[in-house]
């Protein structure tokens, strides 16, 4: 292998490693992993109580409604409602903190919820990220398990 080979070699090792040390450094952050998941619990409430789109709209960061548009995210909660029912109860299950370098560039974290509904269950999976000084949601999915 050329003196070329072994620079991109080794240039695609750097850069492995940088974002490992990234990754490893953003996983071992408890204080902002804490401070976004009292953000998600609070977030996840209001939505879900009612299914409330305004609600989550509100807390939606701009790159989530420039994949998801208003009416969209409208028809998705409404669907739910539906479909579940008001919240009764949920419980955090994971929360992991990470970086990003794909659709958006930053560190964000993970929550993955148990919701218990008036007509069924589901698995909710939100992102979310603090972007000056603000948390915002970036990312809301939901699998419903089981409808009574």
Not at 109 to 126: F, N, S
Request: net charge positive.
């Amino acid at each position: 292998m050329g003196a070329g080979g072994r620079w991109r070699v080794g240039r695609l090792v750097a850069v492995a490693v940088t974002v490992c040390v990234v990754d490893a450094c953003a996983v071992n952050d408890t204080a902002y992993r804490d401070e976004g998941q009292a953000f998600v619990e609070s977030a996840v409430r209001p939505i879900a109580t009612e299914w409330n789109a305004d609600e989550l709209i509100a807390r939606a960061d701009p790159q989530f409604l420039e994949h998801l548009s208003e009416p969209k995210a409208r028809e998705m909660v409404a669907r739910l409602s539906s479909e579940l029912g008001p919240l009764k109860r949920s419980t955090t299950q994971l929360a992991t903190v990470g970086f990003n370098v794909g659709a958006w560039f930053g560190k964000g974290a993970q929550y993955t919820m148990k919701l218990e509904c008036e007509k069924g269950t589901a698995t909710l999976v939100v992102v979310a990220r603090k972007v000056k000084e603000r948390w915002r949601i970036l990312g809301f999915w939901v699998n419903v398990e089981q409808q009574r």
